[in-house]
């Protein structure tokens, strides 16, 4: 009987720690509930932005060169100096194109001289046939002096003919010296700025050698950027920007988004983007470098949260606890990317949720807490 009532005193404790077991509710009541602060997670209308530098130019920078080659007789203009349409930036020595552009005038002189003697070689050949044809039809004449009258006029015409294909030889060659001495002169082809001299006076250039590098004030100022491929293929035309200068700190410049490169460059890998840019009555001058932020037409709907509420992170995997009837609950989230102090979040959390941003460094899954910002 003693055995047996042992036997029931051990049961009985096993069965009641079984029962105490089971009810998590009795124990989670039993533990005292922690104090956390928490914050409502908010939604955030995310705009996709592409950070770049580049460095300001005119949309059309042009290399001048002389056409031909020669001595540099004199430069008119300094770097950096504003030149209007037409006006005169450098220009050769003369006297070797200027002798050719006489040599060709007195070819053609010549020309005409000679096309004067071929027209009086056809006019007698023209007469002496016409006498042979008319002593021939009076059986004056044999057939074979006609025939030798006719072959001389014949020849007469062919003079003339080469004497005209001459002139027109001459007149090119004309043509060529004249051109040659227009362009042994540069001038301004529209208002702009020399951005860089690339010679000096008595240098000896040759033809097509650039003596300056010049930009239109015509034609609008964009800054070229390189983007990677991620950031391209959310990159449209007309996209609006927003660019800073380092010479005007406190000033921020709008710009559009005007051609976007189809290709990479095959060095770098990136794309080039050109950010037209609005100069809002400011100097801007080629070679600013700028900090440019394009504003794309990609847009998400995510919700945002502090760094502070992160538990731990892998990658876009995060955790996070969040407060439900009382309780941490340890919530899995998907992270979209760093936004300043703020996380945003893709996959896990809705907006009104409170997420746990202080206390939860010592918390269990589904322990009860208390809000201390209550």
């Given at each position: 009987?003693?055995?047996?009532?042992?036997?029931?005193?051990?049961?009985?404790?096993?069965?009641?720690?079984?029962?105490?077991?089971?009810?998590?509710?009795?124990d989670?009541?039993?533990?005292?509930?922690?104090?956390?602060?928490?914050?409502?997670?908010?939604?955030?209308?995310?705009?996709?932005?592409?950070?770049?530098?580049?460095?300001?130019?005119?949309?059309?920078?042009?290399?001048?060169?002389?056409?031909?080659?020669?001595?540099?007789?004199?430069?008119?203009?300094?770097?950096?100096q504003?030149?209007?349409k037409?006006?005169?930036?450098?220009?050769?020595?003369?006297?070797?194109?200027?002798?050719?552009?006489?040599?060709?005038?007195?070819?053609?002189?010549?020309?005409?001289?000679?096309?004067?003697?071929?027209?009086?070689?056809?006019?007698?050949?023209?007469?002496d046939?016409?006498?042979?044809?008319?002593?021939?039809?009076?059986?004056?004449?044999?057939?074979?002096?006609?025939?030798?009258?006719?072959?001389?006029l014949?020849?007469?015409?062919?003079?003339?003919?080469?004497?005209?294909?001459?002139?027109?030889?001459?007149?090119?060659?004309?043509?060529?010296?004249?051109?040659?001495?227009?362009?042994?002169?540069?001038?301004?082809p529209?208002?702009?700025?020399?951005?860089?001299?690339?010679?000096?006076?008595?240098?000896?250039?040759?033809?097509?050698?650039?003596?300056?590098?010049?930009?239109?004030?015509?034609?609008?100022?964009?800054?070229?950027?390189?983007?990677?491929?991620?950031?391209?293929?959310?990159?449209?035309?007309?996209?609006?920007?927003?660019?800073?200068?380092?010479?005007?700190?406190?000033?921020?410049?709008?710009?559009?988004?005007?051609?976007?490169?189809?290709?990479?460059?095959?060095?770098?890998?990136?794309?080039?983007?050109?950010?037209?840019?609005q100069?809002?009555?400011?100097?801007?001058?080629s070679?600013?470098?700028?900090?440019?932020?394009?504003?794309?037409?990609?847009?998400?709907?995510?919700?945002?949260?502090?760094?502070?509420?992160?538990?731990?992170?892998?990658?876009?995997?995060?955790?996070?606890f969040?407060?439900?009837?009382?309780?941490?609950?340890?919530?899995?989230?998907?992270?979209?990317?760093?936004?300043?102090?703020?996380?945003?979040?893709?996959?896990?959390?809705?907006?009104?949720?409170?997420?746990?941003?202080?206390?939860?460094?010592?918390?269990?899954?589904?322990?009860?807490?208390?809000?201390?910002?209550?």
């Amino acid at each position: 009987m003693k055995q047996a009532n042992i036997t029931l005193f051990v049961l009985l404790i096993i069965l009641a720690a079984a029962c105490q077991t089971e009810n998590p509710e009795s124990d989670t009541s039993a533990r005292q509930a922690k104090e956390v602060k928490t914050v409502e997670v908010k939604s955030y209308d995310y705009q996709e932005t592409v950070f770049a530098s580049g460095r300001l130019s005119s949309t059309e920078e042009a290399k001048l060169s002389f056409k031909t080659g020669g001595i540099i007789k004199k430069i008119y203009v300094r770097e950096g100096q504003s030149v209007r349409k037409g006006q005169l930036l450098a220009e050769l020595t003369l006297d070797e194109i200027q002798a050719q552009t006489q040599q060709a005038n007195i070819s053609q002189q010549q020309a005409d001289i000679n096309i004067e003697n071929a027209k009086l070689a056809l006019k007698l050949a023209q007469r002496d046939y016409d006498n042979a044809l008319g002593l021939y039809q009076d059986s004056v004449a044999t057939l074979e002096q006609l025939q030798n009258a006719e072959v001389q006029l014949e020849n007469a015409k062919n003079q003339l003919d080469a004497a005209q294909k001459g002139k027109n030889l001459t007149q090119q060659q004309i043509n060529v010296a004249q051109f040659n001495l227009k362009f042994s002169r540069i001038t301004a082809p529209s208002d702009g700025i020399i951005l860089k001299k690339l010679a000096e006076n008595n240098e000896l250039v040759g033809p097509g050698n650039p003596l300056f590098l010049f930009g239109s004030k015509d034609k609008a100022q964009v800054i070229k950027v390189n983007v990677t491929d991620k950031d391209i293929i959310h990159i449209e035309l007309g996209n609006p920007a927003n660019i800073h200068f380092d010479a005007y700190p406190n000033t921020e410049f709008e710009g559009t988004v005007r051609e976007k490169a189809s290709m990479a460059d095959p060095y770098t890998g990136t794309y080039e983007i050109e950010v037209e840019v609005q100069p809002e009555g400011k100097k801007l001058y080629s070679g600013f470098i700028g900090q440019v932020r394009i504003f794309t037409d990609a847009k998400q709907n995510l919700v945002a949260i502090p760094v502070d509420a992160m538990l731990k992170a892998d990658g876009q995997a995060g955790e996070v606890f969040i407060v439900e009837d009382s309780l941490a609950k340890r919530t899995s989230v998907s992270i979209f990317k760093l936004e300043g102090r703020h996380l945003l979040i893709s996959k896990g959390l809705l907006p009104g949720d409170e997420v746990i941003i202080s206390g939860a460094g010592f918390l269990n899954d589904k322990e009860p807490v208390k809000l201390a910002n209550q």
